[in-house]
């Protein structure tokens, strides 16, 4: 399983970025998705996370209402759609799968890792 994530960058507060991962190497529409970040100096944390159908998703308290994850099953891809940023979302973001197909928000429950996206958030 590859999972290829994109769409970082530089962002001004109160900006919106979305990012995206493509997956392949197994069929995608039968697994959940997350997406977690890490900041420097900080652990690796849940940001939230889309069902194998895409009907459940849930969110991080710090992200909630800010932040949306999508996927196109067609495309093999998810989204994460963040909107209203802060400095404090600055980050490396990872997208991620496992064998489940709700999510988990325990990192441990995911098997394979993307290579992360850079978003910095300024002031």
């Known amino acids: 399983v590859q999972l290829q994530a994109s769409g970082g960058g530089l962002v001004q507060a109160g900006g919106s970025l979305r990012l995206s991962c493509a997956a392949s190497?197994?069929?995608?529409?039968?697994?959940?998705m997350g997406w977690f970040r890490q900041a420097p100096g900080k652990e690796r944390e849940f940001v939230g996370g889309i069902s194998w159908s895409g009907d459940n998703t849930y969110y991080a308290d710090s992200v909630r209402g800010r932040f949306t994850i999508s996927r196109d099953n067609a495309k093999n891809t998810v989204y994460l759609q963040m909107n209203s940023l802060k400095p404090e979302d600055t980050a490396v973001y990872y997208c991620?799968?496992?064998?489940?197909?709700?999510?988990?928000?325990?990192?441990?429950?995911?098997?394979?890792w993307g290579q992360g996206t850079l978003v910095t958030v300024s002031s």
């Open positions: 991620a799968t496992g064998s489940r197909r709700f999510t988990f928000t325990s990192l441990h429950e995911y098997d394979y």
């Open positions: 190497g197994r069929t995608f529409s039968a697994y959940a």
